[in-house]
């Protein structure tokens, strides 16, 4: 990368950090549209000249202790871990947006206690839906017994039980649209202090 490049997204970077940071935590089952919407938000965001990080679960997985373990205690310390990491870079300016399933009740408490400006989107797509879209062939693999401990299908989630956002959408309405409808709670946030709550949009 020229060194131009580097300094230039430094000073971006250190320009924001004076701003007040957010999360934005996109969760939803394996399926429901979490990282294209994120990454459609993500570039709406940057276009109004925000400092924006997007942590996707399938990539932090790569990289993270217990990444290659799929457990319920494992998947629990593995999403507590995102929370820290998601903190860690609003405290210091960024919006961040996370696209992860995470769907534990321990999971949603600890980022509302310790995350200041956090956001809570839940993607609530039908299983129909999920199973039709297969990105992955997760539910493909699962119906051949081929794949376990699968979060929603034989391993237990928590619903968000009052999420920020709780978004249902359907096959005639795009990624686009849902980045749109995060979008404008973001904005609500902006001019009134608090989220809007919208749940069942």
């Not at 004076?18 to 294209?36: D, E």
Request: a neutral charge; glycine letters at 10%.
């Amino acid at each position: 990368m020229p060194q131009a490049l580097k300094l230039r997204e430094l000073t971006t970077g250190l320009a924001s950090a004076s701003r007040p940071g957010k999360v934005i935590w996109i969760t939803g089952l394996s399926g429901s549209g979490k990282t294209t919407i994120a990454r459609m938000l993500k570039s709406a965001l940057e276009a109004r000249g925000h400092f924006v990080v997007l942590l996707d679960g399938d990539e932090l997985r790569a990289f993270m202790p217990l990444g290659d373990r799929f457990d319920g205690d494992s998947r629990l310390k593995l999403a507590l871990a995102y929370g820290g990491l998601c903190r860690l870079m609003a405290v210091q300016g960024a919006i961040v947006i996370c696209a992860t399933i995470s769907m534990r009740e321990e999971v949603y408490a600890w980022n509302r206690a310790n995350i200041e400006n956090y956001l809570e989107v839940f993607l609530d797509v039908s299983s129909e839906l999920r199973a039709a879209r297969d990105p992955k062939k997760y539910y493909a693999r699962i119906a051949g017994g081929e794949l376990g401990d699968f979060s929603g299908c034989d391993q237990a989630v928590d619903i968000p039980s009052a999420p920020d956002l709780h978004l249902k959408p359907s096959c005639e309405e795009g990624p686009a649209a849902t980045a749109s409808k995060i979008l404008e709670c973001l904005d609500a946030t902006s001019n009134s202090g608090g989220c809007l709550t919208q749940r069942d949009a």
